[in-house]
């Protein structure tokens, strides 16, 4: 588990928040050392402690010796002692080997996690001696940087404070790495990392100043000088590059910098033209809107030009439709995601019908609760049709011509229960005629009732509300993108 809220009892909120910042830190450790990772939190004030596994990373530099999950097993007191002995020290203990049964054997390095000066946790590197490949120049260069980092972490200076998790375009051990000395000339190239500066006509980097003699840009002097982490994208020759820089530091000395590089070109290219197509897609959107909002003024003037009240009433009644599905469209123009947060449509719908129903004579209080909730934009125009026609209803049949001592209110309720989504409108109008026979539907609830049923796959229902009103209640199954939160 890589929460680590489970351990407030045994650590504080700033001890919490520094193995946080170590765990979205480590995937780097784990590749450098070739080996699986575990996070390991004794019990306070106890000389010999179980142990908890908090935390569990693989390295994509080797293959992993667990194959079950690690996180939330404790080791019992004494099971493993170089876990007491690296937390007792203060140093890092190389544990020699382990017997598992039924498991190959384990060697196991152990390192302090020192938080001012105290070690609130133990990293445990394990790896199987059996299954290590011939140590060449490479794996003894990325198992000495993982020593230094390890020094850092056992001196309280890794990882730094505030670490930011990866993004998709963050280098990884794999992509390239290069050590720089204290004075920031390149020690070490990997081939990868060889490959990579080929690619922008930078050739035989080692024993040059990187960032200065060679690939010039602001990150890697900027590491030098402020003996802190830099992060920087270099665009060059039609190429683009990302780099990370850490510095390594021994007791009050910076004896050098890790940098991982990566060629991130494509996935420039890539996010340029879904950039492109997203841009595309809000112009269709408000091209969409503004043939809706087009024709439903068309409509409307066409409406003002007729004599039949019932021809007048059912042109209005399909410009508001229209209208609703416009708002949809608005959204979408302005945020073209596969979802919708839906408070972004039920208020400028709310205002809408409120807008195009009400009257002087009749002023209605709308109330929106309940949840937020995400629905995907398909659904998303299907709902607003659903609230526009229910909401209509209200107005028109729930309010007209009804006197009461209660000021007309409608509230609109949005809520989840397991794997159903529920939406209920409830007004204390008129409520529901004598004679109101669910299975003969005015034309607004059959259009209601056929979205509901065959666009979301849901149900609904209408009942009384006491004393008077009505409750209309919404039931549809929760989509994979819909989240209530």
């Known amino acids: 588990m890589n929460d680590l809220t489970a351990l407030e009892t045994k650590l504080d909120q700033d001890e919490r928040a520094h193995l946080n910042d170590l765990i979205r830190s480590w995937d780097l450790l784990a590749d ?12 306070p004030n106890m000389p010999v402690s179980p142990y908890t596994v908090v935390a569990h990373v693989r390295p994509t530099t080797s293959r992993s010796i667990y194959r079950t999950k690690m996180e939330g097993m404790v080791f019992q007191p004494g099971e493993r002692p170089f876990l007491d002995q690296a937390r007792i020290r203060l140093e890092s203990i190389d544990g020699g080997l382990l017997s598992q049964t039924n498991v190959e054997r384990i060697r196991t390095l152990c390192i302090p996690v020192n938080f001012n000066g105290k070690a609130i946790a133990v990293l445990s590197r394990d790896f199987s001696p059996d299954d290590q490949r011939i140590a060449g120049e490479l794996e003894m260069t990325y198992f000495s940087l993982f020593r230094k980092l ?55 980097v080692e024993g040059k100043r990187l960032g200065v003699e060679e690939l010039e840009c602001e990150s890697i002097p900027l590491l030098l000088s402020t003996q802190r982490p830099q992060s920087g994208e270099i665009s060059l020759e039609g190429q683009t590059v990302t780099l990370k820089g850490i510095p390594l530091i021994e007791g009050a000395e910076m ?129 607003a049709v659903i609230l526009n026609e ?76 006491d004393p008077s009103g009505t409750v209309a209640l919404i039931r549809i199954p929760k989509f994979g993108e819909n989240l209530a939160r």
């Open 32 to 43: 450098l050392s070739f080996a699986d990772l575990l996070l390991c939190v004794p019990e």
């Open 150 to 204: 390890g020094i850092m972490i056992s001196q309280g200076k890794y990882p730094f404070k505030g670490t930011e998790a990866e993004t998709e375009f963050a280098p990884r051990v794999s992509d390239g790495v290069i050590e720089l000395d204290a004075g920031g000339y390149v020690r070490f190239a990997s081939p990868n990392s060889v490959s990579v500066l080929s690619r922008l006509k930078v050739e035989q």
């Open 255 to 383: 004896t050098g910098a890790l940098v991982i590089i990566r060629d991130i070109s494509e996935l420039r290219r890539r996010d340029k033209l879904i950039r492109s197509k997203d841009s595309t897609i809000a112009e269709i959107h408000h091209r969409v809107k503004n043939n809706l909002q087009t024709i439903s003024s068309l409509l409307h003037l066409q409406s003002r030009r007729l004599v039949a009240e019932e021809a007048q009433a059912a042109i209005n009644d399909s410009v508001r439709r229209i209208r609703s599905i416009a708002v949809v469209h608005e959204i979408l123009s302005h945020n073209p995601e596969a979802s919708i947060c839906f408070d972004d449509v039920i208020k400028p719908l709310v205002r809408l019908v409120s807008e195009g129903l009400t009257s002087p004579e009749i002023t209605i209080d709308f109330k929106i609760e309940g949840d937020t909730v995400n629905f995907p934009s398909a659904e998303t125009t299907a709902l």
């Open 390 to 465: 229910l909401l209509q209803n209200t107005i028109q049949h729930g309010f007209k011509d009804f006197l009461t001592q209660e000021k007309p209110k409608v509230v609109i309720r949005f809520g989840s229960t397991n794997d159903i989504f529920q939406i209920t409108v409830t007004d204390n109008g008129r409520g529901l005629p004598k004679s109101f026979d669910e299975k003969k539907f005015g034309l607004g609830l059959t259009i209601v009732s056929n979205l509901i049923e065959t666009d979301l796959g849901g149900n609904m229902e209408l009942f009384p509300r």
